[in-house]
């Protein structure tokens, strides 16, 4: 018989729901990508770089044209200097950064604190790595941390922290007191800090990215990982990057190198020209999203779900608890078979099922769709 080495994983929420909503023709809102296209210059310049012939392998680490314009980025963003050769590396999507960021610093023994509800990549990586992933449960419907239960959560094993900000599923902003907290206990226990930064640019109510590049001391420690495939409409590109203090990039690219040693070259043209040419794009999107969350929950005010606070990325939490007494699983099922609308629920991000009556919603979708959906709901 073999023996898995991740034992206790199957099929993906996020496929199973997706096949829920093809099976029962349901509307989709339930995997996280956009209904829209990438933007038009962006599909010019790929086309243009392969017909071009730039079709062969990039340098391991990305184009360096495009480590250039990453640099620029965030000193624009966030006024912090980034050496764009030696701490830049173009991954093949925000995933594959996570991992090798992972693999980098995690050891058989280590313990890594997660926060649930958390992306479902983050513990498979840690266990591949001989580690251990240790939970820290936020709960509608702020999602706050309790930084006291994080304290008590560390042991002579942990070796490091991941956070998300803003967090998927729940659409929290990690504010400055949190910040400061996560800076005291990296220094107090010498921790390692991954921050999954993937929705950095799609934040709301003029509340600012507090990205870890603003933290030089918090920083010295940290992976940061962002994703082009969210800034630009693009997931299906798997196109990411890292950014670290250049002794821990040197070890992210060592295991970066036999994963996928370099990531696809005409497209990382056509991400450097994207931000060098039209660089008001990443300005524009928190306000294009708040149009789409706004369309959504100002839709849904008259149905019996409570619409949870969002205050980034392109998600949505609504509280069913006057809706259904199912739990969150089969509330979702019924919700794509019965009556036409796919959701994820949300205790699939837990270590521990959550009893709370949330599901998530995204809304990176045409007006049209988020209103037919929203219309669908306020009948239940």
């Given at each position: 018989m073999f023996e898995s080495k991740l034992p206790n994983l199957g099929t993906s929420i996020f496929s199973q729901m997706s096949a829920l909503a093809n099976q029962f023709s349901a509307i989709n809102l339930s995997q996280g990508f956009p209904e829209f296209d990438a933007p038009e210059l962006l599909k010019k310049q790929l086309n243009h770089y392969v017909l071009e012939g730039v079709?062969?392998?990039?340098?391991?680490?990305?184009?360096?044209?495009?480590?250039?314009?990453?640099?620029?980025?965030?000193?624009?963003?966030?006024?912090?200097?980034?050496n764009a050769n030696e701490q830049v590396t173009v991954t093949s999507g925000a995933t594959e950064a996570l991992f090798v960021a992972i693999q980098a610093i995690v050891r058989k023994g280590d313990e890594v604190i997660v926060f649930d509800p958390a992306y479902d990549s983050y513990q498979p990586a840690i266990e591949l790595a001989g580690g251990r992933s240790v939970h820290v449960a936020l709960h509608a419907p702020d999602y706050a941390i309790d930084w006291s239960v994080v304290t008590n959560a560390i042991t002579a094993n942990t070796r490091a922290i991941i956070i998300n900000t803003p967090h998927n599923p729940s659409g929290k902003t990690l504010k400055q007191t949190d910040i400061d907290k996560l800076r005291s206990l990296v220094a107090q226990h010498d921790l390692y800090v991954i921050s999954d930064e993937v929705y950095e640019h799609i934040t709301f109510d003029q509340q600012p990215h507090l990205s870890v590049l603003r933290d030089d001391a918090l920083f010295a420690k940290s992976f940061v990982i962002s994703s082009f495939g969210k800034t630009f409409h693009s997931t299906g590109w798997k196109m990411g990057y890292c950014?670290?203090?250049?002794?821990l990039a040197v070890e992210f690219r060592k295991i970066h190198q036999y994963v996928t040693f370099s990531s696809f070259t005409p497209a990382q043209h056509a991400l450097a020209d994207m931000l060098e040419q039209q660089g008001e794009h990443v300005d524009e999107l928190s306000e294009f999203y708040q149009q789409k969350r706004d369309v959504l929950s100002n839709?849904?005010?008259?149905?019996?779900?409570?619409?949870?606070p969002s205050e980034g990325t392109y998600f949505l939490l609504l509280d069913y608890s006057d809706v259904s007494e199912l739990n969150d699983v089969e509330f979702c099922q019924w919700l794509a078979e019965q009556a036409g609308v796919a959701a994820i629920p949300l205790s699939v991000f837990y270590e521990k099922h959550s009893n709370d009556k949330v599901i998530r919603l995204c809304f990176a979708k045409n007006e049209a769709t988020l209103i037919q959906a929203a219309e669908i709901l306020c009948q239940l």
């Open positions: 079709n062969q392998y990039s340098p391991s680490s990305g184009v360096p044209r495009l480590q250039q314009q990453i640099a620029k980025l965030i000193k624009r963003k966030y006024n912090a200097n980034i950014i670290a203090p250049a002794e839709a849904l005010k008259e149905s019996r779900f409570t619409v949870l």
